[in-house]
């Protein structure tokens, strides 16, 4: 008991600090949704995420699984940190100019296919922000990997702290605009590429770094990315291709509506989020430690699972009330779509988390294959659904795919762990005994020594 204490007690207090950390960009992030919200609209919510999710698309299909590569290579110390960083610079160079390149060619030929009703000129100022994102994704992976969880946090809550800032600047002197939002991300987005040059610069001198593309890393980082890039496009789509489906069948006003709604719903991953960025390197690590593996993932998934389905229950109920309070009677419909997706959720958290114990072993392909079968679940389900019953529809189509892939990750994890799929959801009374040694080892560090 004590040995697998001791490694979950680090391991709690990282998580911990990431939550604390996920903790203050969800009610940073409240506060910008609800601020426009109230000043855009339906229509504006709405066309402002179809113009991130632009963005966000054209980064998911030229990361090529890089910022996974980099955590699991590093962390399982088949590099050092300056062949990693070396690496992950000139890699994201050449990621940059492919995805602007790919986001323009896009634009000129295929925008009103993909993006109608969204003015081409607000997603011509997002090619800008794609390379800084790509670029901050690889490095802040650097942290992950060292375990340095209090950087990988702070980058984070750096830029969503400068959005809102610049956001109330803006509601102060009445310019809230599609396009102002714009430029404060890009601000946001290079003040955090600086921060993190910073940090970086702590843990080694960038003056020792070689900057360069060598040919054993690319080969490596390849090889692991592309079991991962596959995963993350289906995983993306997954989440996100209900919004420009329901752009397509009725308009951006019921995307608004809808990403209020899927949102609230999706801040339930919270928890499993933060445990997810911790277990990664942490099971990376464990390579000769099959019986701490077998052990800490099972426990953390029940307790995460119990707790956020308690969560999701006072968030049912609570959702009609929740949503006219902060955002006000046009987007009440919301509420029907937080309802139907919460189940959802809930069952995918147990998901997330084990597949990033997956991804630790070694195994990222499996998630991939999973991912791409919840993807066409989705995709069904969504065509089936939205043109019969609009933004309802795409919610049960969410839950719908959300439920799969948690079952058939479950399934597919007990297999390769050599666990039970009953150990993942329901709490053991042996868990007290647990909870009551790691209660006496944090007082015991917290005392001050003599």
């Known amino acids: 008991m004590t040995s697998r ?3 979950l007690h680090k391991f709690l207090k990282d998580s911990v ?21 109230r000043s855009l609209g339906r229509s504006g919510v709405g066309i402002l995420t179809l113009t991130f999710l632009f963005s966000t698309l054209t980064i998911t299909f030229v990361r090529f699984g890089v910022p996974a590569a980099t955590t699991y290579l590093l962390g399982s110390h088949k590099y050092d940190l300056p062949e990693a960083l070396s690496n992950a610079i000139s890699i994201s160079f050449f990621q940059s100019l492919l995805g ?5 060619t896009i634009l000129l030929f295929f925008k009103d296919q993909v993006l109608k009703n969204v003015d081409i000129r607000y997603l011509y100022w997002m090619l800008i922000v794609i390379p800084i994102n790509l670029t901050n994704a690889n490095l802040r992976a650097i942290f992950q990997a060292l375990q340095d969880f209090k950087s990988f946090n702070i980058t984070a809550l750096f830029q969503l702290a400068w959005v809102t800032l610049l956001l109330v600047a803006l509601l102060l002197f009445q310019a809230i605009s599609i396009q102002n939002v714009i430029f404060i991300n890009i601000a946001a987005s290079l ?12 843990h ?3 003056s020792k770094l070689r900057l360069g593309v060598h040919p054993a890393y690319l080969r490596d980082s390849l090889q692991y990315g592309a079991k991962v890039y596959t995963s993350s496009i289906f995983t993306f789509f997954n989440y996100k291709q209900d919004r420009f489906l329901l752009n397509s069948y009725l308009s951006p006003a019921s995307v608004g509506v809808y990403n209020i709604g899927a949102n609230l719903g999706e801040r339930l991953w919270l928890v499993s989020q933060s445990i997810s960025t911790v277990l990664f390197p942490k099971i990376a690590s464990l390579r000769g430690d099959e019986k701490q593996r077998r052990w800490m993932t099972p426990f953390i998934t029940r307790h995460i699972f119990t707790g956020t389905a308690i969560a999701a229950v006072f968030l049912y109920w609570s959702s009609p009330f929740l949503i006219q309070l902060l955002y006000g009677s046009e987007f009440a419909a919301a509420s029907d779509v937080l309802r139907i997706i919460l189940p959802g959720v809930v069952f995918l958290t147990i998901s997330r988390i084990v597949a990033n114990d997956i991804a630790g072993r070694g195994r990222p392909g499996i998630n991939t294959i999973l991912a791409g079968v919840a993807l066409v679940i989705n995709l069904i389900a969504n065509l089936l659904l939205i043109s019969r019953f609009g933004i309802r529809g795409a919610a049960w189509a969410s839950t719908i795919s959300y439920t799969a892939n948690a079952i058939l990750k479950t399934i597919i994890y007990s297999h390769i ?14 868990d007290l005994q647990v909870w009551k040694h790691l209660i006496v080892e944090s007082r015991r560090h917290a005392q001050p020594t003599i």
């Not at 050599?418 to 009374?429: K, Q, T």
């Open 5 to 7: 204490t001791i490694g």
């Open 100 to 104: 602007v390149l790919a986001a323009a």
């Open 191 to 202: 003040l955090t590429l600086i921060l993190i040059v910073y940090l970086l610069h702590r």
């Open 204 to 206: 080694i001198p960038l």
């Open 417 to 430: 762990a050599g666990v039970s799929w009953f150990s993942l959801f329901i709490i053991r009374f042996s």
């Open 17 to 37: 600090l990431t939550f604390s950390q996920q903790f203050l960009s969800l009610v940073l992030g409240f506060a910008t949704s609800i601020i426009l919200a």
